[in-house]
């Protein structure tokens, strides 16, 4: 029998729908995009889409893609079904352009078997230089299962010198190895990425952006995350190394924490090495199992500059103890920490929110912790912040505070603050306060032994008639009154002062002023801003 080809030929053919369309061959309108299942035996296909197929697919998805890259097809489909692999089956190069399309993560699986070749990644998109990248690829509606064997599984995804790379609804488990290793990229987009049970080892990373300055390629600029989850991986869960605007926007990161017995394989969540620029925008980090003091769920470090801004996102369940959510330890010049707007709760006991590491103070140009709208689950709020340049912080006292017929100074309960070995600072009290004209109150900003500086009355400073009087001037760690007025007053005072060699512990102490039977308090509201240099 003759097969006809053109069946335009016949009077037939295809003429899409709308003013203008012209009639092209069957063949033709068949051929906009390539299937797979075109370069599979049709005796498979079947037990394909039912999900039992034995068949090793890898050649014909091969053959599918190197159809379409070497006839400038813009699209390969992978309808639905599950395909066995055991090679790489996209290698897309300089200059190519293609689509590779499932039917949803639900839908068409990628089946990694015990015999899959793993020093090749799934899917390689390379070019070869700045000047000749593998631009324009798409790759979504994909699920790609595993070995779960470091010894089988490839990388999913192993990029170079990519401009315009697009991944989409793409879940990948028990893939033990890197998801994706993006290396010189130049506008990644990443959307809907979910891993779980991914990452080769307590070394290894489940997504890393950029490279290590061993591999010696140029850097990654713009990269973003949106909409992914990443948990329950090995080693790093995401790195950001030597890239540039890289950002992740509604994200989850969930690491492995105690009674997990795969715990100890987890590492920082988010590790981010000499990168200029990386924003965190909202998601959420939880599940991490670290210890020592020497890192935190977010790591900043390396020697170059690095930016790590983070704006309402949740940390949760982070640490055993002796660890930080945030620990900053970048050497870099003109670095920059900001966290706002964010959640932090059940943080391990002894650990800390924040956390910079020693000598890293002088290089940072800008911190910023925004505690007026950053909820801190209790009051392990910073460690060694204050060392850093430019450090702002506010506390807010949540509790009234009495004392008796007493003209002993007690210290504030919560406006005290730890302050660090030569440096300077000015805390701005604002003190809402209750005291009988009799009993007045006394008030001192006091500082570490060997401090030196002055403090004053910033705002109203009550006389025992009631009325306003002077500002008033006295030494660090020595009293000035204030009258009391037998209903609810305020003042403000206003501390500047350099600490000597010996930190410690500063902020307010008070008491009567005149010994009386009748309470005296500072009451909650009251609060105090430390600005450090």
């Known amino acids: 029998m003759t097969k006809t080809r053109d069946l335009a030929d016949l009077g037939g053919g295809f003429i899409q729908a709308g003013t203008g369309a012209v009639q092209r061959t069957v063949e033709s309108k068949l051929q906009d995009v390539v299937s797979v299942l075109d370069f599979i035996p049709e005796s498979e296909h079947a037990a394909i889409k039912n999900e039992t197929s ?80 593998s631009a324009g690829v798409f790759i979504q509606g994909l699920y790609v299962i595993g070995q779960n064997n470091v010894a089988i599984d490839p990388i999913l995804f ?10 989409s ?37 489940t997504v890393q952006v950029g490279q290590t300055v061993s591999e010696g390629l140029a850097n990654t600029n713009t990269a973003r995350f949106t909409d992914c989850t990443i948990e329950r991986g090995y080693g790093r869960t995401v790195t950001v190394e030597n890239a540039a605007n890289v950002s992740f926007t509604n994200c ?9 017995a795969n715990a100890a394989d987890s590492k920082e969540l988010l590790y981010v090495l000499n990168s200029p620029l990386c924003r965190v925008l909202g998601g959420e980090f939880s599940e991490c199992r670290l210890s020592g003091f020497t890192s935190g769920a977010v790591t900043v470090t390396g020697t170059g500059k690095s930016t790590l801004i983070i704006t309402g996102t949740s940390f949760d369940n982070i640490g055993s103890d002796d660890t930080y959510s945030v620990y900053f330890d970048s050497t870099g010049s003109e670095s920059r920490l900001s966290v706002d ?103 001192s900003a006091f500082a570490p032994a060997g401090s030196t500086g002055r403090f004053s009355f910033g705002g109203p400073r009550y006389l025992d008639t009631g ?46 002023n005149t010994a009386e039977v009748s309470d005296t308090s500072v009451l909650a509201g009251s609060s105090v801003r430390i600005f450090a240099k």
Not at 63 to 76: F, K, L, W
Not at 361 to 373: E, F, H, M, P, T
Request: charged share 15%.
């Open 341 to 443: 707007d964010c959640f932090f709760n059940d943080v391990a006991t002894v650990s800390y929110y924040f956390g910079i590491a020693a000598g890293v103070a002088q290089n940072l140009d800008y911190v910023r912790i925004g505690k007026s709208n950053t909820y801190l689950s209790n009051d392990r709020i910073i460690a060694d912040l204050a060392r850093v340049d430019n450090d702002v912080r506010f506390i807010r006292k949540a509790a009234d505070q009495t004392v008796n017929n007493s003209t002993t100074l007690v210290n504030d309960t919560e406006l005290v603050f730890t302050v660090y070995p030569n440096k300077t600072y000015v805390a701005e009290f604002d003190v809402f306060y209750n005291s009988s004209a009799v009993a007045d109150i006394k008030l």
């Open 252 to 260: 989850k990161l969930h690491g492995r924490r105690i009674p997990d």
């Open 158 to 167: 192993d990029t170079e010198y990519t401009n315009g790379l697009f991944i």
């Open 169 to 205: 609804n793409v879940f990948a488990q028990g893939l033990r190895n890197a998801v994706g290793k993006f290396a010189t990229a130049f506008d990644l987009s990443v959307t809907d990425l979910r891993t779980f049970g991914c990452g080769s080892d307590a070394t290894g990373v």
């Open 54 to 133: 034995t068949y090793d697919s890898t050649v014909g998805i091969q053959a599918a893609i190197n159809y379409a890259i070497t006839n400038s097809v813009g699209t390969v489909h992978i309808p639905a079904g599950r395909y066995r692999i055991s090679d790489q089956i996209a290698n897309i190069t300089d200059g190519k352009r293609l689509s590779i399309v499932g039917d949803g993560v639900q839908s068409t699986t990628l089946f990694i078997t015990n015999t899959y070749n793993q020093v090749n990644p799934v899917f390689s998109i390379k070019g070869s230089s700045t000047s000749a990248r």
């Open 467 to 512: 009325t306003v009087g002077g500002t008033g001037l006295s030494d660090i760690n020595t009293t000035l009154p204030v009258g009391g007025l037998g209903s609810i007053a305020a003042t403000r005072l206003v501390a500047s002062f350099n600490v000597g060699t010996t930190g410690g512990t500063a902020g307010i102490s008070w008491a009567q």
